[in-house]
């Protein structure tokens, strides 16, 4: 069974500092897909991640995908208040995604 | 071009009476998959179809179903409802080329 597990579970950002979210997993798969969920939302798309060493940046955030660790992470640079929301990595494997915890941002002054 | 769209977006049932969820997804998108999202299980997998047929399942019970139409419109049936069946159902369409999925708004679904 797949395992996707991200860390921190909650972080807490000061407004202009950098942070990265983690994303393990436990099965061979090289799509990984990054989702922003504000509360009572649904699923926002951010990134798509199709190869072993793709890279996308938007704006703030960075995402990154290294198959053969088996890790993404999501880099948040210079944090702003609108970034708060919870972020989940997600693994498609056997035309299913198996989604991360989630990692919930809050960022402070 | 029109989001995935899903209805009712909130409903309230009691428990052993059975709901149905629809959702329309985004023009020219032939999968959808359904996810089940509650604060304790998080975001788990349900199923999914593709022109019709079920293409992959999840581990819930038989009293989770669904279907998908010629027009790819699908819908999903829970039978019995019981009290954790309380959750957000999302519907989501899937592109063809990266596989990335869209997510509609969601269904709240509450069983007293």
């Known amino acids: 069974e797949l395992k996707v597990e991200q860390n921190p579970l909650f972080l807490s950002m000061q407004e202009g500092k950098n942070y990265t979210i983690y994303c393990n997993y436990s099965?061979?798969?090289?799509?990984l897909y990054w989702y922003r969920q504000d509360p009572g939302k649904s699923l926002e798309s951010l990134f798509v991640l199709l190869s072993n060493g793709a890279v996308k940046q938007e704006g703030r955030l960075m995402a990154s995908l290294d198959t053969k660790a088996r890790l993404s992470t999501l880099h948040i640079t210079a944090a702003v208040h609108d970034l708060s929301a919870t972020y989940f990595c997600?693994?498609?494997?056997?035309?299913?995604?198996?989604f991360g915890t989630g990692t919930r941002l809050q960022v402070t002054l | 071009k029109a989001g995935v769209t899903q209805t009712p977006r909130y409903l309230i049932k009691t428990r052993g009476q059975q709901v149905t969820l629809s959702c329309s997804p985004i023009s020219g998108h032939r999968s959808v998959s359904w996810y089940q999202q509650t604060p304790g299980q998080g975001l788990q997998f349900l199923f999914e179809y593709f022109s019709e047929t079920q293409r992959n399942k999840g581990n819930f019970p038989g009293r989770f179903s669904g279907r998908q139409f010629s027009n790819s419109r699908s819908e999903m049936n829970v039978s019995t409802l019981e009290l954790g069946d309380s959750a957000l159902y999302l519907c989501?369409?899937?592109?063809?080329?990266?596989?990335?999925?869209?997510f509609g708004e969601g269904s709240r679904l509450t069983v007293l």
């Open positions: 997600a693994v498609d494997f056997a035309s299913k995604l198996t």
């Open positions: 989501a369409s899937r592109t063809a080329n990266t596989g990335e999925l869209f």
């Open positions: 099965t061979t798969s090289d799509r």
